[in-house]
């Protein structure tokens, strides 16, 4: 039983060239439109926010259409039966990316954007569907089109908060979502009074007001006049952006609240999920393009970890007839993330709450953990995973940023802080001293507006480690390696003033005065009906956040060591303070930092540096790359690394890691 009622097939094509993958040969590419019908009153689907409030067609049911895509071998018989679901980032494909070390592209079809080509090589199918509803079609993006909920008496209404923050040159016209790429809830009345927008230096700053006509809901339109060909500007009345002459400034949160109309049901992209895979699991007609398909696999990183993390914990991975739908999930850079997607003027959109940024979302809300346990500020008690029948495996992964920046600690622990034991069905591994996003093909240290170069550690090849592990897990009953985490049993999870006596005093390194901190939140009374009010009201309360404990270079000790962690040439954290003029001394976004070690003894005495230097760790190239090559084994040995990326991480470490690091021997 699913609410899918046909895949419209609108352009089948040879990927790759019609190379062929080892034993899986040569795969396909199908995209097109994803056609849904649902009862807004089925139990299925009974706790989508607003959607009884939804039209519904003659025969009593709500109709939404999605995009997606698949990859699969030409051949049925030579496939794996599997399929690896990738949830994207912000309508974004992301799994060849990170799992086959290829170049970003969301509309992947050459050899080159097949990367090493891991998934193909191991006869996986990929899966894409928008699930994201506030996304606007522009750059390939994947799109949910979903209705908008009606009142009785009219539209309905609510008021909004957008953060609009500009890390860059002053910007005058923005959409009232606060991102270009997402669709704005339209104001109800242009007048400003009727709205606030303030701004302030930090989050927790007391915010200034900036007067109702000094700004307008109003865009800005520019062009060569006919008559005069000069540059000409013209504002227009809108009920989607915001114009302030003034410019929104670097270093500034704004804050934008108004009150909206025609809010969208955004809870359907977890049944649109749900049903797409159910459909592909289980129906058995010729509009199935994966027939025969046995075990379902869904990755998702950061906004997207965060969203599977909410599609278990409320019951999605059961369909609508209580099959199962995923055999197992792997959520990535999630943090303790997960409520943001089902409440009334959802913007999927919006990060989770940073130490800066969008510090306020409500994203991160008890359960944090897999694990049941009891809230102590409220007495509440509950688990991500509650429902054994359905539930799938679960790994889940996270980088140092996510202990410095989204309350990672809390996963593994309970709300006092205390570790908390893991279901048995449940791995969480740690990425030591890595940063929320690894590009697998950075080309050099990124520089921005973080007091430090970005955190150049690479991990992709832990991927496709942890995928072979699923499946062994899934397939046969192998378990995977155990969890890898710090703990604050065995002294590795700590206090910020006990991380603060370990890291190293580099010099001229300033370093975070504090982890994000959780405060709890007041929503109002309304809030577990999914209506939230604006602004929330912090109760005075925090949840306690703890971070990992370091060595002497200032590297993490605990979790999954990647060769370059394990073989260091520089310190690498999870934080990267956003320098002055930009929020100066806050952590800047996902962003980690690396902090080169010196280069020679001369220039560790020179610059005071507390740190050995490369040429009194390594005596040359060639022990740098032996030292690589053997923490490379040993993860080998613990199955998080596979024997074809030893070679890799040896030829990056060829030539003192360059071009990641930055080296002068």
Not at 209 to 224: K, M, N, Q, Y
Not at 526 to 532: H, M, N, T
Not at 592 to 597: R, V
């Amino acid at each position: 039983m699913t609410n899918l009622i046909e895949l419209v097939i609108a352009d089948r094509r040879r990927f790759a060239d019609g190379h062929a993958f080892g034993d899986a040969g040569a795969y396909e590419r199908l995209s097109g439109r994803a056609l849904f019908a649902v009862d807004p009153l089925a139990p299925a689907q009974a706790d989508v926010v607003d959607l009884e409030k939804v039209p519904r067609d003659s025969d009593g049911l709500v109709r939404f259409a999605a995009d997606f895509m698949l990859l699969k071998p030409l051949d049925a018989s030579r496939w794996n039966r599997r399929v690896l679901y990738d949830y994207g980032n912000r309508g974004h494909k992301r799994a060849l990316q990170f799992f086959n070390d290829a170049p970003h592209s969301n509309q992947p079809l050459t050899l080159a954007q097949a990367g090493n080509g891991f998934l193909m090589r191991r006869g996986y199918a990929v899966a894409w569907l928008a699930w994201e509803g506030d996304l606007l079609p522009g750059n390939g993006r994947m799109i949910l089109d979903l209705p908008t909920a009606v009142g009785r008496d009219g539209p309905i209404t609510g008021r909004v908060r957008t953060e609009i923050i500009v890390d860059g040159p002053p910007v005058r016209c923005m959409p009232l979502s606060g991102r270009i790429a997402a669709h704005s809830y339209p104001t109800v009345s242009r007048d400003t009074r009727d709205a606030l927008l303030t701004r302030r230096r930090y989050p927790y700053d007391a915010p200034e007001t900036i007067p109702p006509e000094d700004w307008s809901f109003s865009v800005e339109a520019s062009g060569l006049g006919a008559e005069t060909k000069l540059a000409e500007q013209a504002l227009m009345p809108s009920d989607q952006f915001i114009h302030y002459p003034a410019g929104f400034q670097s270093g500034w949160i704004y804050e934008l609240l108004y009150t909206a109309r025609d809010p969208k049901p955004m809870g359907l992209g977890h049944v649109a999920v749900r049903d797409f895979i159910s459909f592909l699991r289980n129906d058995q007609s010729s509009g199935n393009p994966l027939p025969g398909l046995e075990r379902a696999y869904a990755w998702g990183r950061s906004q997207t970890g965060r969203c599977l993390r909410d599609f278990v914990y409320r019951g999605y991975n059961a369909d609508a007839a209580g099959k199962r739908v995923f055999d197992g999930v792997m959520p990535h850079v999630a943090g303790a993330g997960r409520k943001w997607l089902n409440h009334r003027f959802a913007t999927p959109i919006v990060s989770g709450g940073q130490h800066y940024e969008d510090h306020f979302n409500v994203a991160d809300a008890f359960p944090f953990a897999y694990a049941h346990s009891t809230d102590h500020l409220t007495g509440r008690s509950d688990a991500i995973l509650k429902r054994p029948e359905t539930d799938p495996l679960v790994f889940h992964t996270q980088t140092a940023t996510e202990y410095w920046v989204r309350r990672g600690s809390l996963v593994h622990t309970d709300t006092q802080g205390n570790d908390l034991p893991q279901p048995p069905t449940v791995r969480i591994y740690a990425w030591a001293s890595s940063q929320h996003s690894a590009d697998p093909l950075l080309s050099g240290p990124q520089h921005g507006i973080g007091q430090q170069a970005s955190n150049v550690v690479a991990t992709s090849a832990l991927f496709r480690a942890m995928l072979d592990a699923m499946d062994a897990w899934a397939t046969d009953g192998t378990p995977p390696p155990d969890s890898r985490i710090p703990t604050r049993a065995s002294g590795t999870l700590v206090t910020y003033e006990e991380w603060r006596a370990q890291f190293p005093a580099i010099p001229g390194v300033a370093v975070p005065s504090e982890p994000n901190p959780l405060p709890r939140l007041d929503y109002g009374p309304e809030a577990e009906r999914g209506i939230l009010h604006e602004p929330p009201v912090p109760t005075g309360d925090r949840y306690p956040v703890f971070v990992p404990t370091v060595d002497d270079d200032g590297n993490e000790v605990a979790g999954v060591r990647v060769p370059m962690v394990a073989v260091p040439l520089a310190t690498h954290t999870g934080w990267n303070l956003r320098a002055r003029g930009h929020g100066h001394g806050v952590q800047w976004r996902f962003e980690g930092s690396t902090i080169p070690f010196p280069d020679t003894t001369s220039e560790r005495i020179a610059t005071g540096d507390p740190r050995p230097a490369i040429l009194e760790r390594y005596e040359d190239k060639a022990a740098y790359v032996a030292a690589i090559v053997t923490a490379a084994r040993f993860l080998v040995t613990q199955r998080l690394l596979l024997e074809e990326d030893v070679a890799r991480a040896a030829e990056a470490a060829a030539d003192w890691g360059r071009p990641r690091h930055e080296v002068h021997l």
